[in-house]
């Protein structure tokens, strides 16, 4: 019978590494951190991390030491800077023991793709226009590789569209979306493969740079100023919700779980987000689905309100994780929760 002893939890020290390395260590595993030269402070002074390789470049050297990995019987987390420094496409290459399904990866990070998993599931989306000659309602402009979403604006008319986008004569291309206003609001779950249970682990809002500062001006300073809004994400805040909306929340995850079992083989299992924006009729337009664990969680390193109604004890997104691997373990399951 495999123990839980022989495995190492490992993950790349950025993103929510200190509460998925802090959650492991709380589960009873060994744990390690691949840190990049000279980020290493946090991870020693928090002491999350029973190990910690240093490497210079996260894309290039990890599968150099991935041989050593495989070795020591680590299982990977992936968070969003993994996949981002890796590349959803060079996914397919990792070898080691890898927590969740890297098909569904695919379906995530493409944008057609994702939007006909979430539409299939019934989910609200903002509308898409084709063309600027059929925007009819506000839109907001988002960029192809926009990092942080630099430059998105909002056009409320075909011709303010046309007026606005002489700023960006050499963009790579856009997505023309129907703005919604209204709040946004990110969701994270967890679906365990187990116990086919459904949790609502927390929920955030984002403090992005410079967006959440520009309120702070008079409408006539941001003009003047000639401000163009960002959304480079700096923290996140923790989130209650009206507790009326969460039945609405559990189905909507619920159905995006089901609808992923006709896309990829074990479909999406463990950690995942939805990212809406809460009109004033309640309705929620979800405009990104980020299947593996997001840095919203992070405010809950010693779990949510949510979490204290179901464990009674401290329970992070990062500790949850490492408790279903530990269960995998103890029913002789791992190879399920592997993908
Ligand atoms: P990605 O996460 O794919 O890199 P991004 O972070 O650059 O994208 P988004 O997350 O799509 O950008 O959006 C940035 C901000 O714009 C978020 O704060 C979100 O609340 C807001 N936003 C995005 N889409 C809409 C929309 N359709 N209506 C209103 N606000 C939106």
């Known amino acids: 019978m495999a123990n839980q002893k022989d495995y190492i939890i490992a993950t790349l020290g950025s993103h929510t590494a200190l509460q998925i390395l802090k959650g492991a260590r709380d589960e009873g595993f060994k744990t390690l ?3 990049r030269k000279g980020e290493e402070a946090p991870y020693k002074s928090y002491g999350v991390a029973d190990e910690i390789i240093t490497v210079d470049d996260f894309a290039k050297d990890f599968f150099r030491i991935e041989a050593d990995l495989i070795k020591k019987n680590a299982i990977i987390i992936p968070h969003g800077s993994f996949v981002s420094y890796i590349g959803a496409k ?8 890898h927590y969740g399904e890297k098909a569904i990866l695919e379906w995530e990070s493409d ?3 994702e939007r006909q998993w979430l539409l299939a599931a019934g989910l609200k989306m903002p509308k898409i226009f084709k063309t600027p000659e059929e925007i009819d309602r506000p839109v907001i402009v988002k960029f192809h590789g926009a990092g942080g979403g630099f430059g998105y604006f909002i056009a409320n008319n075909t011709k303010e569209f046309h007026e606005r986008i002489k700023a960006y004569p050499n963009n790579n291309g856009y997505v023309l979306q129907e703005y919604i206003v209204g709040v946004p609001i990110y969701t994270h779950y967890f679906y365990s493969l187990l116990t086919d249970e459904l949790e609502i682990m927390s ?5 992005e740079s410079n967006a959440d500062s520009i309120g702070r001006i008079a409408a006539k300073d941001q003009i003047d100023v000639g401000l ?6 700096t923290g996140n805040m923790p989130l209650v919700i009206r507790e009326s909306l969460l039945p609405q929340l559990f189905e909507m995850g619920r159905r995006v779980v089901e609808e992923s079992r006709k896309l990829t083989k074990k479909g999406l299992y463990g950690p995942f987000c939805l990212e809406a924006i809460l009109d004033p009729k309640l309705n929620f337009y979800t405009f ?6 997001v840095a ?3 405010p809950y390193t010693n779990g949510s309100p949510y979490t204290w109604l179901k464990y009674n004890e401290p329970m992070s997104t990062g500790r949850r994780l490492a408790r279903e691997i530990k269960q995998a373990i103890e029913q002789g399951r791992l190879e399920e929760v592997l993908g």
């Open 33 to 35: 951190c691949i840190c």
């Open 90 to 97: 060079k996914m397919n290459d990792v070898k080691m023991m």
């Open 111 to 113: 944008r057609i793709k």
């Open 203 to 207: 929920f955030d809002k984002r403090y």
């Open 228 to 233: 163009q809004t960002s959304y480079t994400i």
């Open 288 to 293: 990104e689905i980020s299947a593996r664990i």
């Open 296 to 298: 919203g969680t992070n």
